[in-house]
């Protein structure tokens, strides 16, 4: 790939498709830190962390062809890779717990079309209020589960409630969350 212009990480995440190592290499260089502070913040490990995210990199370079723009950002879908990838270190070390529905992690993370990770401060501020404005224990949920990693089942022991309520409950959070969203 030549760099005579400043390349986007979609043109990045193409070049790599076609196996372009320098392509890779700048892709690494311009979303490393971020998907690291993703992957920090759901295992709370800094060596672990680090492990996880070379086994990121190799995921994007062999996927990197099945990235499809219409679906969301680049980043976005890089930070998929990246949460779930966590995620699964995290219940591998949790035996006993079941793993939810494919693609329920991922709601929260397209609120207003957009990524948690991708936000800019005025949207972080408007997370927080909107955060701040749900109830409580829909917040707690929406948190514990988006935020945190917990299943439904670790959830429904915690807050001893059937796995269906905590469905409920998490689903009527998003909800809320988004709608407070879409206003701001």
Do not use: H
Not at 105 to 128: C, K, M, N, P, Y
Request: hydrophobic share 40%.
């Amino acid at each position: 790939m030549t760099m005579n212009t400043d390349p986007t990480l979609e043109s990045l995440l193409a070049a790599t498709a076609s196996g372009d190592r320098a392509a890779f290499k700048l892709l690494y260089e311009r979303s490393s830190a971020k998907l690291f502070g993703v992957v920090l913040r759901i295992l709370r490990n800094q060596q672990k962390a680090e492990d996880v995210l070379q086994d990121v990199y190799i995921k994007i370079w062999q996927k990197s062809a099945s990235y499809d723009a219409a679906q969301g950002k680049p980043i976005t879908w890089m930070a998929t890779i990246a949460r779930t990838r966590a995620i699964d270190i995290i219940r591998a070390a949790r035996p006993e717990q079941t793993v939810d529905e494919p693609g329920d992690e991922e709601e929260i993370f397209r609120l207003g079309g957009q990524s948690v990770d991708e936000v800019d401060v005025t949207d972080l501020e408007a997370l927080r209020f909107c955060l701040g404005e749900m109830k409580e224990d829909d917040r707690n949920y929406v948190l514990l589960a988006y935020y945190e990693g917990y299943s439904r089942q670790e959830l429904a022991r915690r807050f001893r409630s059937p796995v269906g309520t905590i469905k409920t409950r998490l689903r009527r959070g998003l909800v809320a969350l988004r709608a407070c969203l879409e206003k701001e």
